[in-house]
């Protein structure tokens, strides 16, 4: 320091060197970008691509690039669930076809616990039910209408088997593969705070694989709607494949464009279903959700 210069005042030095907060220039935090954007609700922001894509089929449609023989226009096909839902049929039709999926669900998800459970969790069980199970997840489902139809006939049983069939090798895979994923640090925290094995079972090992089982189970629903489409082809006279099998002989664009809509939201309805039941069962399981 200068000694002719006169001495600053205590601690303004010190005080120098200090780095200012931003709260002290401006009075209140600074805020970031993100939070000085509003943001959309995220429902708005999935509704936008949806709705872009009806709007670009509408606009296709009247401006006379889309004929409506090949694809019926938006308004046509509202018009089509109008006059559905005015006679019953497309109540009945989708109360037919939830009945098959549903019962399919139960047998082939039941199954596909059961066996998961047997061949995880017991290296005998593994032996006996995972190599057969490897060989006929291979053989393409629809393929075996055939051979069902000769065995069980043209009623609802061969449309049953098959979405049990499409429903089984999703969520047997992903839960097995969940059990046999348990972490052994785990498992060898849980001897070591003396659970037996019905204790590893219930308290380390099927809660890890929880996450595994309800990715398979969202495969698997999704699985059911796609091979309900060529199971109600198997002389259905209820449901919604009736009604696109019927609409294809009339060449009736506008009822099979319908179906197909029904077909992928009951799918998004049942894939939203699980996402919620994911954050039941999971409420203790962290996840990065996205920037």
């Not at 090949?70 to 509202?78: D, E, G, H, R, S």
């Not at 994923?181 to 809660?207: F, Q, Y």
């Not at 009339?250 to 809509?261: A, G, K, P, Q, Y």
């Not at 009951?266 to 994911?278: I, K």
């Amino acid at each position: 320091m200068d000694p002719g210069r006169p001495a600053p005042p205590a601690g303004t030095e010190r005080d120098a060197h200090r780095i200012i907060p931003l709260t002290t220039i401006s009075g209140r935090p600074r805020k970031g970008r993100s939070q000085r954007t509003a943001r959309l609700p995220r429902w708005v922001v999935k509704a936008i691509s949806p709705l872009l894509l009806i709007l670009l089929w509408y606009v296709a449609s009247a401006a006379g690039w889309l004929s409506s023989n090949t694809l019926a226009p938006p308004q046509k096909v509202i018009a089509k669930a109008g006059e559905l839902l005015a006679t019953g049929e497309l109540q009945q039709a989708i109360l037919a076809s939830a009945q098959r999926v549903g019962l399919g669900l139960f047998f082939g998800v039941t199954a596909a616990l059961v066996a998961a459970l047997i061949a995880g969790l017991f290296k005998v069980g593994e032996d006996i039910i995972d190599a057969p199970i490897q060989m006929l997840r291979t053989v393409p489902v629809v393929g075996l209408i055939p051979l069902l139809i000769i065995w069980f006939g043209i009623g609802d049983q061969p449309k049953l088997i098959l979405i049990a069939l499409g429903v089984f090798f999703p969520l047997y895979l992903n839960l097995f593969a969940g059990i046999r994923g348990t972490d052994p640090a785990l498992v060898e925290a849980g001897r070591t705070l003396g659970l037996n094995k019905a204790g590893l079972i219930r308290h380390v090992i099927l809660p890890a694989a929880v996450p595994s089982g309800l990715v398979g189970l969202r495969y698997s629903i999704g699985v059911s709607w796609l091979i309900l489409v060529f199971a109600e082809t198997i002389n259905a006279t209820t449901g919604i494949g009736f009604l696109v099998n019927t609409a294809r002989e009339f060449f009736e664009t506008d009822t099979i464009v319908l179906c197909l809509v029904l077909y992928a939201v009951l799918g998004l309805l049942a894939d939203l279903f699980v996402r919620l039941l994911e954050r039941v069962l999971l409420a203790w399981r962290p996840s990065f959700t996205g920037t």
